[in-house]
Structure formats: C-alpha cells, structure tokens
C-alpha cells in the first residue's frame, strides 16, 4: 500500500471549513484513498473514501486532485466535536488486508 | 449487532507474565488484524488475517502470536510481557472482496505492563 503525508496538527475555527490535506505521491492505479479519525481514545472511525471522482457524504467531502497524488478533506462546518486525530490510508479494495497508518493530522477546532 | 469487541479492556501485568486479549466480531468478515497505538503515536499493525487458518506479521510483530481458528475470533498472545509492550491495542475487521470498504475497530484494550 502506498505511504502518505500528513501535517502534523492544524487549527479550524468552530462553524468553519476544516481542509485537511494529504499526499499520496506514489499511489498505484487501483488504490483507493480513504479517511478515518480517532476521536480522544476511541477506536477510528471509517468517515468516506473515493478512487478518483470527488465523493461526499453526511460527514464530510472528499477532493482529490487529478493526478491522485494528493488529496483534501474537508468537513464543511466544523464543530467542537470534530477535534481528533484524522488518518489518510492508500489501499486495494480487494486482496490482502495490510493497512497501514500512518500518525495522522491532529485537528484542533476551536471555539 | 454487537460489532468488534475486546475484552479485557484494561490490564495490568508484571514483566515477564503471558497473556491473550481477546477480539471477536459478529459480522461474518474475512479480514481481521491487531493495531497498537502508544501515546501521541498513530496505529502500528502488529498481525493481520485475511480468513480462518491464515495470518500474517505486521509492521511490528515481535513478542506477539496470533491464530485464526474461527472466522469469528482473533485472539493476540503476549509470550513474555515487556514494558515496550505497554500500549492500547485496537482490534479491526472488514468484509473481504469489493464491498469490504470500511474497518470496523474494536474499543481498544488498555495494557499496562510493570
């Protein structure tokens, strides 16, 4: 599975957009990027996933660049609640179950 | 549906003791795996498998066994507990094939080891 870069922590201002981003340089034809966040010391929490085309759902929305190397998540009116460790994971949708992730991004919404 | 559960959820053990967490799903998926996650520090895959009879070694193996008997039950064994090893353990699953998009994590198991 393809390794993927994350910003350490950010900051988001309570009812605004939160962007998280991520790159995934080196991500293979058939891997598919998914988003999960851990939320104090629960276990993650699967929030949406896309190949190519740009997805949403009732959580958030998912953009992912052209070229697939990067991509953002962005939770539209973030609240207090949303503050947690938020992981980016490259990997097959079939075949072997070895996902990897990585340290995350810690976002921080403020009120 | 009880989901992805643990059990125990907190632990203490002394050096050198051996133990199982335990991880069992209702769910029928073919895939199933350990993650630890010490403090600050993001997931650690220690074992996977992909169906009953099969495993494989993660990221961070060592000091760790584990079997698949069952496609229910996934249990991991500490032989000889270090303090290294303290830790929270996450169990996951998924559905295996196409449709196997999302993991399901357990609540996670506290270890403590003096």
């Known amino acids: 599975d393809a390794k993927t870069t994350q910003p350490p922590s950010m900051d988001c201002a309570e009812g605004r957009a939160a962007n998280l981003p991520c790159n995934h340089s080196?991500?293979?034809?058939?891997?598919?990027v998914y988003w999960y966040r851990q939320i104090h010391s629960q276990g993650p929490q699967y929030i949406i996933h896309?190949?190519?085309n740009n997805e949403t759902n009732e959580m958030a929305s998912l953009i992912i660049t052209e070229d697939r190397k990067s991509s953002t998540l962005i939770l539209p009116h973030a609240t207090l609640r949303d503050t947690a460790v938020y992981y980016c994971?490259?990997?097959?949708?079939?075949?072997?179950?070895?996902?990897?992730f990585g340290a995350g991004t810690r976002l921080f919404v403020k009120a | 549906n009880a989901g992805v559960t643990q059990t125990p959820k907190f632990q203490v053990l002394k050096t050198g003791q051996s133990m199982t967490l335990q991880c069992a799903q209702d769910?029928?998926?073919?895939?199933m795996s350990w993650y630890r996650q010490d403090p600050g520090m993001g997931l650690r895959l220690i074992h996977y498998?992909?169906?009953?009879?099969?495993?494989d070694q993660g990221e961070v193996p060592n000091g760790y066994n584990v079997s698949r008997s069952t496609t229910e039950d996934f249990p991991l064994r500490l032989l000889s507990a270090a303090p290294s090893q303290t830790s929270v353990y996450f169990c996951?699953?998924?559905?295996?094939?196409?449709?196997?998009?999302?993991?399901?994590f357990g609540e996670g198991s506290w270890l403590t080891v003096v």
């Open positions: 996951a699953s998924r559905k295996g094939g196409t449709s196997g998009n999302t993991i399901y």
């Open positions: 080196t991500i293979s034809g058939n891997e598919y």
């Open positions: 769910m029928n998926h073919e895939y």
């Open positions: 896309g190949l190519k």
């Open positions: 994971i490259v990997r097959v949708n079939t075949g072997g179950f070895k996902t990897i």
């Open positions: 498998s992909v169906g009953a009879g099969i495993t």
